[in-house]
């Protein structure tokens, strides 16, 4: 497993990978640079620096997350939310067969390994509330705010 630091607008980001796959992009990472010249990482950061500069609005890397079938499904779901669009923890729920699992398509969602190219940013509440991300609200709002002007 490799590990490199993106520096981006809304603070540091951790992208885990292999040679074929991104396998985590998480907020709140520790400085690092480990950077494997491969092209892999150099698709991530060159997407990651399209989608910030409002250029990129579907990602297209190879993705390997890791966790539940469950959690898959919900990840899988979350894909097809188009940018700049949002919908409810129970519409997910429905979307993947499950239309009382509301909740659990809430913890899935925070279990989200590869944030942003995996856009759990774009789940709100049933009431439009915005709610928690665990890369922290301030930055759902400001993806949510980026992804608002098509």
């Keep these: 497993m490799n590990e490199f630091t993106y520096i981006s607008p809304l603070g540091d980001i951790l992208i885990e990978y292999t040679s074929a796959h991104i396998t985590r992009v998480q907020f709140d990472a520790a400085q690092v640079k ?9 698709q991530c950061i060159s997407q990651l620096d399209a989608y910030f500069a409002g250029k990129l609005h579907d990602f297209d890397l190879p993705l390997a997350p890791q966790g539940t079938d469950f959690q898959k499904k ?9 940018y700049g669009k949002t919908c409810s923890y129970g519409q997910i729920a429905a979307t993947i067969g499950k239309p009382r699992a509301s909740r659990a398509v809430g913890g899935a969602n925070n279990k989200n390994p590869i944030h942003i190219i995996i856009p759990c940013h774009r789940v709100i509440g049933a009431s439009g509330v ?21």
């Design 130 to 150: 915005m709610t928690g991300y665990a890369g922290g609200i301030h930055r759902k709002a400001a993806l949510l705010e980026l992804e608002s002007k098509l």
């Design 34 to 42: 480990d950077y494997a010249d491969n092209d892999i990482i150099k």
């Design 74 to 82: 919900v990840w899988t779901a979350l894909q097809y939310i188009p």
